[in-house]
């Protein structure tokens, strides 16, 4: 059973989440930046949560935004109570699209690998020339 204090954290929970996504998550991601970092001072003074500072905290280290945003925590510096102003934690996006290079194939990978060898040679068509020249003229000799 909830009671009406949980409800209200509850809430608030979701609105330090749903500011911190607008106004870190979201520019960072645009900038393309690979990591960005949140200080819990900031979130605390724009939406005046002074008494809340441990729920600032919580919220900012949840499973559920860093799901939600595609996150992974990478470092939080600060006291050891975890619960202050000074805590900055810094997160790097877990994006299966970054993270999963296009599935090419070996010869699209090779594709222009010898293209200067072939450009010395006189091009790719003169180089097949001479090497088929070569190889029926050792033919005839036999």
């Known amino acids: 059973m909830n009671t009406g204090s949980e409800q209200a954290k509850k809430i608030g929970a979701d609105e330090i989440r749903e500011y911190s996504t607008k106004t870190f998550v979201v520019p960072a991601r645009q900038r393309g930046q690979k990591r960005f970092s949140i200080r819990v001072g900031d979130v605390v003074r724009e939406l005046r949560l002074y008494r809340s500072i441990p729920a600032v905290c919580s919220a900012l280290k949840t499973e559920a935004f860093r799901r939600a945003n595609r996150l992974r925590l990478v470092d939080a510096t600060g006291p050891k109570s975890g619960m202050s102003t000074t805590v900055v ?18 010869w699209s990978r090779l594709r222009g690998a010898l293209k200067e060898v072939f450009a010395e040679l006189g091009g790719g068509e003169a180089y097949l ?14």
Do not use: I, N
Request: avoid cysteine; aromatic fraction near 16%.
């Open 89 to 106: 934690y810094t997160y790097e996006f877990v994006d299966p699209d970054r993270l999963a290079e296009p599935s090419v194939d070996a």
């Open 129 to 142: 020339q001479a090497e088929r020249s070569k190889f029926y003229a050792a033919e005839e000799r036999k």
